[in-house]
């Protein structure tokens, strides 16, 4: 059973950083890709960013200009940097890893971006 925990959320004023974490419970290089999504109240979940096992970066054309997503292998955890925050940003961002075509998620932190 893969474990996934995330951190860092919490609240930022419009133009403010964050950077979320999400460690696995085992070698990032297990999973063909891990990933960031979100949700918002009333919406459906969406993508924001991924990076595979060979280091390619993929984000959402709503943050490619503010967010990037990094990993620490020796840590076996993943990173997205988050910039110039927005208020559309608030959301619960999961973190998601892909192994063997099953989908992992982990709890969830919540991000609120508000004055």
């Known amino acids: 059973q893969v474990q996934l925990v995330e951190s860092g959320g919490g609240l930022a004023q419009p133009g403010g950083s964050l950077k979320l974490s999400c460690k696995a419970s085992e070698n990032i290089f297990n999973f063909n890709a891990m990933s960031w999504y979100r949700q918002a109240p009333g919406k459906e979940r969406e993508f924001v960013a991924s990076?595979?096992?060979?280091?390619?970066?993929r984000l959402a054309e709503s943050v490619e200009d503010r967010f990037t997503m990094s990993r620490n292998n020796v840590l076996n955890t993943v990173y997205l940097q988050m910039n110039n925050l927005k208020p559309e940003d608030t959301a619960v961002y999961y973190c998601?890893?892909?192994?063997?075509?099953?989908?992992?998620w982990g709890q969830g932190t919540q991000v609120t971006v508000s004055s």
């Open positions: 998601n890893a892909n192994k063997l075509s099953k989908q992992n």
């Open positions: 990076i595979n096992v060979g280091g390619r970066i």
